[in-house]
């Protein structure tokens, strides 16, 4: 009998399982440069806030537009839902936890109103932020025209997997292609984790790539489906698609790791593997005045009868700013990101994003030994 | 001295172990296929209930078939030792846990009575269902025809390991080969977890393979002997026996996973690792009306001195329909498996259970950093 | 610049780490033949029992050969200590744990009484028991003569780490070779763990090797000097070492692995590495009537100035009979170890140790998930 | 399409990731020699204290050098910014833990006089010990003349991460090769973690290098920066280096692991890595009349916006020589380190800190079961 061939499955790496080595040239962290730039639009902070309800609504946007980011307002969720968002905000942070699923599933079901689109977008505009906003596949051909002419800066497609080619009885297949003739601004496309699906969606010709299927805090993906990378080698593989497609295409398209991040050393790790800026959420839904009020929930799923996400409590810990750039008030690395950035950055030898993608990473699983398991579980709580 | 040939192991990997990765195209969740065929018979679900008393009774299959899956009932347990097994199981549920261990030991000591199989049998026939029958290895010769003359569908011949030669003072080596060719309904075999004894088992013309030793929740094969195979391993080494045996006798045999299943993305990553069906005990004994009212538990075991397992309280979560098909009133993925197998396999582009075995995973331990261990310990409970 | 030459560290795998794969064939349990053999003698069951004072005594050691094992009586504890043993069992048992350890420290400095040797042999041999003592190598010349003198059947010769070539300034080293033409009974020494150190000892002419430094749940060797390997692959390394010195030499010398057992299935599988019998330490002193008294101890250590073991609460679960035999009162694998052994050699098909020795394992750590974790730290306690 | 070349990543290992094998040659352990050398200078004992308020003061400095090790002094922490220390030391010990983050920043922000540094150096040397003096690497030309001027015998220049080449525009780069045409003694530069920066390090000429980036208790590195490589690796990588150095220079720089160590058997560990001395933190704060007085903290940190180290309370366990050299009064092997690692180089047979260089690890994670979880989840608090 001819020995069988066994399927080989390839290891996945998290944020938890790896490390940052240290350069062999050191440089100080404030000549670190950490620009991203996305189509022509160009931003001093590498940090872009997620499209959910909890996370950004208009003033949060333009708060992190003067802080150097971007913030991505979601189009589907109780921003164009109601006329009143922050009323509706309110209730949900007010409500008991055993009360807010249905809520969540009620406030959710209410339709979008389309003359809110231009509303929003416009309140951002005016504020002086530049403003990035959020469709789903299935509404991009319906919203995307009102995006373009209430003048937002970039289009971001979203689900929680979207692939260049999808195929469905109930609307009609999503050109990207088509669709960047018609949109004059920059469309950024996700989530999508692996090589090949990267490399598709760049073909056909996108501005920026999300990337991330199921690591997130509010996200039961992996729970529910079995779907999902670690973002460590989601990164890696993405980034390596971006190579290619620029040694194909002389185009470079900038991938942005989005969720799963827990503080500054996970976005370290993130960019060390090859991401050009990330997308962050429950991190920044803990800032004072975000709109989820120490909350942070998941919204939409693609299939109705899957689970909404549950409310998490995140709490708040500090101003939008203080996480950003600190002064730091807590050690465990929630805070201050962007000064951990540059100096990672800075004990790597590492000037620029682009350099800090070549710096080497180890696998280091921060597995606990017995010993310290025994010393946590002895401590006070 | 020549350098010693040190002994290699294979690394094998279970539910939590791995992680499914999305495909280049997607299709909408409402374009998949996900029949499941054995023998002649077809099933548009393809779940199976095990062979545990606190899972199928004649009510519970008869339901389970009605709702497009099929359910096995034990003709060892409490169905066939009893003429009102309804009785037991009562007295089983209102047991209190330090009494529980005494009373299963004398319940299953009880003989079997031969009339009960038929009377089963036709009762689940006579409700509409689709009747499926288990019987242990030693005593097929004896109950097998029986099971064939009150025309049930299919045969389960089940142990905890079950093999194509079995060698045995007490009783006379089973044949399948022969049994076919006097029972002319679909034979199912199991367990097993390797290549090599998968393969036998299927040339030996039975119809379907049960995979899995040492997995499940009620089970204490892998403490007390060792013995035992992770389910997505020995799901790809028996995934593989089914294509070889496919390739040299042009007859596919489908396998079905059975044990260790918690939520919907246990099943996902299953299918997705070559299995045609899986087989859930727990997680079907939490539906309202299960016979085991809300608990679980082990059966025989082939050794008379082990332990026979320990009842288990599961709880009671939802009807068996939403546990199928939603809506699911939680969200730790317990609820709506076959929306969620659907869901999955929409992102990963697979239209039918064949074209999902071709699904690439990566292993991806869900191994908890020191953080966020520290996060648990100090949650409330 | 020349790439370095990376230090590369082999794979070490423990109980926890491995599985037991079943086999092609499957046998009655009661087919097996689980005798173990150890120069001219021969025992129906491949279990010894440690020389740890909380385990043996000369009644425990008549129970245990009774019961077709073995066990081996220290003659460096406070067997040969005391003229009346029981009394200070007694006092060890009975002291708070916060008093012990002192108590053991003045215990085990008192002087050894040569007398007491002989004495403790000839007690277990008129009790109808095969004879086994062990020594430490420092005291080896000095009591080797006495044990054969008294008649004993077999000499253990144990420290933690044992080497065919010891260099000391405080006594003449050991020359095992030396030792077999005066002492005309068999002599097992250990403990060693690799395959050389194994191979060393066989060359001697010595009839047993005791396999396992570090594992013991009385053992702070791993902790206090980080020396230690797990007990699967010291096992399959000094099997190896076992198989191809009998090739050399046409000698067949077993090899015994001593310490970490929890439960019934590290028994089968550390038979399944390779060994040919296993000794028990904890599993043992929680037998009724174990001089421990449902307590367990470390004993001397090579180095006067580091800690004894601490005293371990062990509890007492049944007789001996029935830890060995069963029925089990218990489900977590600590009882009915022999049964749990025909049990899995019945599953892989292996009539014999030998042919349980051809056993495949997988490498599958039953490393806990987060999900589990949750529900593990909301179950009540 | 070609298949993509993923990027691969090593694999890092720390203290509790690897175990010794044993040799198959033994010694007594008085028979072995742990001498270190530095420069010109001889250490019976390859223990350093770190430089760390918490951990050296004058007078431990003194104890150290007396009982055959190295203290460090830190010249940038409050031994040189107040007059009197011990005052600033005892509002610390006795600050309660939500107001000492402020007091240590308040602490820390006092200007370091000049005049101190001289001091402090001569009152070690006065009381008859051997004085090591560390600065920052900002600070090293102001500094250095200083600490050669008042004599000290070794000087250390350190930071979370130090470079051959660093680049700054806040101060000029620092060239060892220059620094050590003027400072007449042994210079000691760290920290560094991997081959070729510690290559780089070692080319400039200084005369020992430190290890470590990211593993120790204090330190929040790899929280914050994700930055750090696991001691085990670290040590075998900068060990290689030094062997490479050696061959190409015939100069011996030897490397010293810094931070992480919990027990003995990590400091035994770290020497079968490669290590030559060990320097240590926590556990020297242990000591009774260690500055710390029960408690350690980090100090300051490159970034003045990230947060400092979070006092950790860390007990008193015995004198600094029962540490060393026990008796152990605890069984956890954070006691008699010296007895440890002679007893650990016996049982490997290796008669210097060398020959234990060349002994075998395995990786051999102590990876808790689920089983042992359990047990000790259920044991009381």
Same mark, same amino acid.
């Given at each position: 009998m001819a020995k069988p061939q066994f399927r080989q499955l390839r290891h996945a790496y998290g944020f938890d399982d790896v490390a940052i080595v240290t350069g062999d040239v050191t440089i100080n962290p404030d000549q670190t440069n950490i620009e991203f730039s996305l189509g022509e639009l160009s931003f001093s902070v590498p940090v872009i806030a997620s499209a959910m309800d909890a996370v950004t609504d208009v003033d949060s946007a333009i708060m992190m537009s003067k802080l150097g980011g971007l913030a991505v307002l979601h189009l589907e969720g109780v921003q164009t839902r109601y006329d009143n968002p922050a009323e509706i905000l309110d209730e949900i942070a007010q409500t008991p936890l055993d009360k807010v699923t249905p809520l969540l599933q009620k406030v959710y079901s209410q339709p979008i109103k389309e003359n809110? &689109?231009?509303?929003? &977008?416009?309140? &951002?505009?005016?504020?002086?932020?530049?403003? #990035?906003? $959020?469709?789903? =596949? #299935?509404?991009?051909?319906? @919203? #995307? =025209?009102?995006?373009?002419?209430?003048?937002?800066?970039?289009? @971001?497609?979203? $689900? /929680?997997? /979207?692939? #260049?080619?999808?195929? $469905?009885?109930?609307?009609?297949?999503?050109? @990207?292609?088509?669709?960047?003739?018609?949109?004059?601004?920059? &469309?950024?496309?996700?989530?999508?984790?692996?090589? $090949?699906?990267?490399?598709?969606?760049?073909? /056909?010709?996108i501005h920026g790539v999300l990337v991330g299927v199921g690591p997130g805090a509010a996200c039961t993906t992996r729970a529910v489906l079995g779907v999902g990378v670690p973002q460590i080698t989601a990164t890696m593989d993405c980034a390596l698609a971006r190579d290619d497609y620029q040694r194909e295409s002389a185009r470079y398209v900038p991938i942005i790791t989005d969720g799963g991040f827990r503080k500054g050393g996970d976005i370290c790790k993130a960019i060390a593997a090859g991401a050009d800026a990330v997308m962050l959420g429950s991190i920044l839904a803990q800032a004072e005045g975000a709109p989820g009020q120490g909350y942070h929930w998941g919204m939409a799923h693609p299939h109705p009868a899957l689970p909404r996400g549950t409310r998490i409590k995140v709490g708040t810990t500090g101003t939008l700013k203080q996480i950003l750039f600190g002064p730091s008030s807590v050690t465990d690395g929630s805070q201050n990101l962007v000064g951990a950035l540059r100096t990672a950055m800075g004990v790597c030898g590492a000037a620029t994003i682009k350099e800090m993608h070549q710096t080497e990473m180890v696998i280091a699983p921060s597995i606990v030994s017995e010993g310290k398991w025994w010393q946590m579980l002895q401590a006070p709580r």
């Open positions: 809110l &689109i231009g509303e929003r &977008i416009q309140a &951002i505009k005016q504020g002086g932020g530049i403003c #990035a906003a $959020s469709v789903t =596949p #299935a509404n991009t051909k319906r @919203f #995307a =025209p009102l995006v373009a002419e209430a003048n937002a800066d970039v289009l @971001f497609i979203q $689900s /929680t997997v /979207t692939s #260049a080619r999808h195929i $469905s009885k109930s609307y009609q297949g999503l050109s @990207f292609t088509e669709l960047l003739k018609s949109v004059p601004i920059p &469309i950024v496309v996700g989530n999508c984790v692996s090589y $090949s699906a990267c490399l598709e969606l760049m073909r /056909t010709g």
